[in-house]
C-alpha cells in the first residue's frame, strides 16, 4: 500500500540513494547535502551546513564539471514512476513552466535572458498527483531546461520564422510527454496542462501515443464541419453542475496582456455548468505534423451567474477521457482542478527552498542545485498538503521527534503536538504566523523550520558537552 507519510527528513535521503555519480562518495555527499536542504530549505549553504570544511564539500559538489542534474534527479524520478504504479487507478501527470530568474551584479555563465530584465532559465517540469480532493502529490516525473538566447519581449524572429525553428520553445510539451510515456511501464497516467499547451502539433502527437490527457483550450479552433469551436460550445446546454472553489488573484505587478487573460479576482465557491461534445479540429496553418484533421472530446465549464465584479469562470477543456455521463464530465473538471498542485509547488520551490537566491556561478552548477532541491520542494509541498488535507496524520510526517518537544517548550503548549496539523500551525506560529490570517504560507513555515533547525542544533550541542562531561 502506497504509504507518503513517512517523516520527511528520513525519507529525503532514500530519494537520492540509487544516485550515479561515479563515486559511492559523491552519492553520499548528496544525500548529505538533501538531509541538510531538508532541515533547512530557505537560508543559504553557509547556514545550512555546520562548518566550513561541510561549505567547501557543497560548493565542490555543485562545481562539478563530472556531474550532471539527470544524474542527480534520476532515482528521485523512479521512485515517482514507482510510487504511481502503487496507485490504484491512474496518476495525474501535471504539466508547467516557470521562469527561474536569478540576480546579482555579474553575468553568470550559461544563463540567458527572461522575461524580466535578470537572467535565468526556463523551468519545464512534470508533478505527479494522486487524483481526489487530497491531490497529494507523488514526485517529480521529469523536467526539462531552456535557456534563450534573447529575450522573448524583444525578439528579432517573427511568428513564421519562430514556427519553423526546429528548436523552438514549445516543443518542450511533447518531448516531456514523450519520456513520461516511455518510463510509465505498469503506471496509468492522465496528462493535464495549461492553456500554453494548446497546440495542434501536440495533440497530434498525443494520439499517436495513445496518450491520455485534459488540456485547456487558448484559442478558438475551426473545425471541419465550417464553423469555429466557441460557436458550436455555446450551443450547448449543461448536462451537469459543480461547485468549486477560486482562488484569489492579485495584480501584483504583472504585465497588461497577463492581466487581461488573468483579471484580479477575490476567492469564492463559484457554482459552474458543465457540458459536452466530440469536435474535428482542422489542421492549423503553423502545424508540422501530416495529420489534416484530429477529433477529440471537449469539455464546457462556465459560470452563469458571477459574482458582481468578479470575472465568470470559463473553461474550455479538451480531452481523450469519455464523455457520455454526468459522473465522467464532473471527473474530467475534477482532474483539471488538480492542475494548481504544480502553481504550489513553484512556490515550495522559490520561496520555501529560495531556489532563485542560490549564490552559484554558472549555470551548470545551478542545474545541478536545482536537481537537488525538486525533491525536497516536493517534500515540502507533500507535508503543507497532508497536514491540511490528512490533519491527522502522525506529527512526525513534518517534524522529528526532537523537534517537536522543543516546539512544545517554546511555545509553552501543555503536550507536543500529535497530528500534522498541530505540528505545522506550532512551527509556523515559530514563524511568526498569526491564527487570524488564516492557514500559514510558505514564508512563515520557512521560518519556523529554520528556527526549529536552530533550536534543535543547539540542542544537540547541549546534549554532546553532557555526555562528554560525563565521560
Known amino acids: 500500500m502506497l504509504d507518503l507519510r513517512k517523516c520527511a527528513k528520513a525519507a529525503i535521503a532514500e530519494e537520492f540513494a540509487g544516485a ?6 559523491r552519492t553520499r555527499r548528496l544525500q548529505r547535502i538533501a538531509e541538510r536542504a531538508m532541515d533547512a530549505p530557505g537560508v543559504g549553504f553557509p547556514r545550512m551546513v555546520e562548518n566550513d570544511s561541510e561549505l567547501e564539500g557543497v560548493y565542490r559538489f555543485f562545481g562539478s564539471d563530472s556531474i550532471e542534474p539527470e544524474d542527480i534527479l534520476g532515482p ?15 496518476t495525474l501527470v501535471v504539466h508547467d513552466t516557470t521562469d527561474l ?49 534573447e529575450n522573448k519581449r524583444t525578439r528579432t524572429k517573427s511568428w513564421y520564422e519562430m514556427s519553423k525553428d526546429p528548436n523552438r520553445e514549445s516543443l518542450r510539451w511533447g518531448k516531456l510527454v514523450e519520456e513520461v510515456e516511455q518510463r510509465k511501464e505498469g503506471a496509468d497516467c492522465i496528462h493535464l496542462m495549461d492553456r500554453e499547451a494548446d497546440n495542434f502539433d501536440l ?14 483550450s487558448c484559442h478558438d479552433r475551426a473545425l471541419t464541419t465550417g ?27 504583472r504585465g497588461t496582456n497577463n492581466r487581461r487573460r488573468h483579471p484580479e479576482r477575490s476567492a469564492r465557491t463559484a457554482r459552474v ?21 484530429l477529433t477529440l472530446n471537449v469539455v464546457r465549464v462556465w459560470e452563469t451567474s458571477p459574482a458582481p465584479g468578479e470575472p465568470a469562470v470559463s473553461w474550455i477543456l479538451y480531452t481523450t477521457e469519455s464523455i457520455e455521463t454526468s459522473e465522467q464530465l464532473l471527473a ?16 515550495a520551490l522559490k520561496t520555501g527552498c529560495s531556489i532563485e537566491k ?84 510558505w514564508l512563515t513555515l520557512g521560518r519556523g523550520l529554520e528556527a526549529l533547525v536552530l533550536m534543535e542544533a543547539g540542542w544537540k550541542a547541549a546534549m554532546d558537552t553532557k555526555r562528554s562531561d560525563q565521560s
Request: with cysteine; hydrophobic share 40%.
Open 358 to 441: 542560490r549564490q552559484l556561478e554558472s549555470y551548470h552548477a545551478l542545474s545541478l542545485a536545482l536537481a537537488v532541491f525538486l525533491p525536497v520542494a516536493w517534500r515540502l509541498l507533500l507535508a503543507r498538503s497532508i497536514s491540511r488535507k490528512i490533519p491527522d496524520a502522525p506529527a512526525t510526517t513534518v517534524a522529528s521527534k526532537v523537534q517537536l518537544q522543543l516546539l512544545r517548550h517554546k511555545l509553552k503548549l501543555r503536550v507536543s503536538p500529535k497530528t500534522a496539523e498541530e505540528a505545522a500551525l506550532a512551527m509556523a506560529k515559530l514563524g511568526g504566523h498569526l491564527k487570524r490570517n488564516g492557514p500559514p504560507g
Open 273 to 293: 455548468a458543465i457540458a459536452g461534445c466530440q469536435v474535428t479540429l482542422r489542421r492549423s496553418i503553423s502545424a508540422h505534423v501530416p495529420e489534416a484533421e
Open 332 to 347: 474530467i473538471v475534477d482532474y483539471y482542478r488538480s492542475r494548481w498542485v504544480i502553481e504550489e509547488f513553484f512556490k
Open 20 to 25: 550515479e555519480l561515479g563515486d559511492a562518495r
Open 76 to 90: 528521485h524520478v523512479e521512485a515517482t514512476f514507482e510510487r504511481l504504479r502503487q496507485v490504484d487507478g491512474p
Open 203 to 216: 495533440f497530434a502527437r498525443l494520439q499517436r501515443l495513445g496518450a491520455r490527457f485534459v488540456i485547456r
Open 101 to 149: 530568474r536569478f540576480g546579482g551584479q555579474y553575468v553568470r555563465e550559461g544563463l540567458g535572458p527572461t522575461n524580466g530584465k535578470q537572467q535565468g532559465f526556463l523551468l519545464h517540469l512534470a508533478l505527479a498527483v494522486m487524483p481526489g480532493e487530497e491531490r497529494l502529490a507523488l514526485g517529480t516525473c521529469g523536467m526539462l531546461r531552456v535557456c534563450r538566447t
Open 227 to 253: 464553423d469555429r469551436l466557441l460557436a458550436r460550445l455555446e450551443k450547448l446546454k449543461a448536462k451537469t453542475y459543480r461547485h468549486i472553489e477560486v482562488s484569489e488573484r492579485l495584480d501584483d505587478g
